[in-house]
């Protein structure tokens, strides 16, 4: 048997295809994600909301998103910390600084006290209560 004998094996023919076939199907994937994140990394929601003027729009860039999301990680924790607030019953969402809590909680003193607890958060501007007394 020759060299040339051993390339027409199918053997050999098939572990040269699947291996081309491999090849390609991990640069496609790899272009693919490559694209997927050269792309994102610039984009940007816009809000025009009915308060702002219709020249001037809201953009929300990911670096905001990662700040609302460590402010907002922050209340939790602050509000987790003080025990006589039912924390697991509020949620707590920011944007742009502003913290939004919402849920039920037994009695007022817990609502004011929650508000007085995420002002007192770095990074939080103003906080709005959407928060109900349980009845």
Same mark, same amino acid.
């Given at each position: 048997?020759?060299?040339?004998?051993? &390339?027409?094996?199918?053997?050999?023919?098939?572990? %040269?295809?699947?291996?081309? +076939?491999?090849?390609?199907?991990?640069? &496609?994937?790899?272009?693919?994600?490559?694209? +997927? &994140?050269? /792309?994102?990394?610039?984009?940007?929601? *816009?809000?025009?909301?009915? *308060?702002?003027?219709?020249?001037?729009?809201?953009?929300? /860039?990911?670096?905001?998103?990662?700040?609302?999301?460590?402010?907002?990680?922050? %209340?939790? /924790?602050?509000? &987790?910390?003080?025990?006589?607030?039912? /924390?697991?019953?509020?949620?707590?969402?920011?944007?742009?600084?502003?913290?939004?809590?919402?849920?039920?909680?037994?009695?007022?003193?817990?609502?004011?006290?929650?508000?007085?607890?995420?002002?007192? %958060?770095?990074?939080?501007?103003? %906080?709005?209560?959407?928060?109900?007394?349980?009845?």
């Amino acid at each position: 048997m020759n060299a040339f004998s051993d &390339l027409i094996r199918p053997n050999v023919i098939r572990n %040269v295809i699947r291996n081309v +076939i491999r090849n390609v199907i991990r640069t &496609l994937i790899v272009s693919g994600a490559a694209l +997927i &994140l050269v /792309s994102g990394c610039d984009s940007r929601q *816009t809000d025009t909301r009915a *308060t702002a003027p219709a020249t001037t729009p809201v953009t929300t /860039s990911v670096g905001t998103e990662i700040d609302d999301g460590v402010v907002t990680a922050k %209340v939790k /924790s602050a509000l &987790l910390a003080d025990p006589s607030i039912k /924390s697991f019953d509020i949620a707590v969402v920011t944007r742009k600084g502003e913290a939004q809590l919402s849920g039920f909680v037994d009695n007022q003193t817990q609502i004011d006290r929650a508000t007085a607890r995420a002002r007192a %958060v770095d990074g939080v501007k103003s %906080v709005a209560s959407e928060m109900s007394v349980k009845k």
